[in-house]
């Protein structure tokens, strides 16, 4: 795995409404603590969570995934916060997001540009969603990445399983984060 200079730990969707339900329980632990990981080897934490404009504007009728946000009012403004388990220091980024990519609607290629990232390691809720969609973008610029399977969850777990079984390991290392963090501090 690269070191750790020029990597990123993106802490994805973990908020309120998504990475607070049963289903993401257990992943949000290991997410927790990849962080605290993350911080001691001094990584560049990024954090990502949906977020739409007050009158949902930047949200197409025609979009079948997120259409019911505009729809039915729900994410309203203000709304969208990260679960208490993760809360960013002064340091570290948040980005806010209007699609299943972190990348979408917000500057996180410039955020990643500008520190020199070139390994992206990835948490986050839901694997279908989120985590497919920026590995995806992801792949495309090139980036080296690395993707903790058990701090992501799905409500399908098939889903979850297929993902982590036969389409990441395509472009992508998939480690737990025990034999993540084991590998930061072999180094």
């Known amino acids: 795995m690269p070191e750790t200079m020029n990597s ?10 998504v990475g607070d339900q049963a289903y ?16 001691k080897a001094g990584l560049l934490i990024i954090f990502s969570k949906v977020n739409f404009l007050p009158d949902y504007s930047d949200i197409a009728l025609t979009n079948k995934a997120f259409a019911p946000f505009r729809t039915k009012n729900l994410l309203p403004p203000g709304a969208s ?18 699609r299943f990519s972190a990348f979408c609607g917000n500057d996180l290629t410039d955020v ?8 992206l390691i990835m ?27 058990d701090a992501c969850a799905d409500p399908k777990p098939t889903l979850h ?10 472009s992508a290392t998939v480690v737990t984060v025990n ?9």
């Open 8 to 17: 990123a730990l993106l802490i994805l969707d973990y908020q309120v409404g």
């Open 24 to 39: 993401a329980h257990d992943a949000s632990l290991r997410a927790a603590e990849a962080l605290a990981a993350g911080r």
């Open 81 to 98: 916060r990260l679960i208490p388990l993760f809360q960013p220091t002064h340091d570290e980024v948040v980005v806010d997001k209007d």
């Open 112 to 119: 990643l540009r500008a520190a020199n990232v070139k390994h």
């Open 123 to 149: 948490a986050g809720v839901s694997t279908g969603g989120v985590i497919l969609s920026t590995f995806s973008a992801a792949a495309d610029e090139d980036y080296v990445m690395t993707i903790l399977s």
């Open 161 to 170: 399983n297929e993902l982590m079984t036969n389409l990441f390991p395509r």
């Open 179 to 187: 034999d993540w963090i084991t590998s930061l501090t072999a180094k």
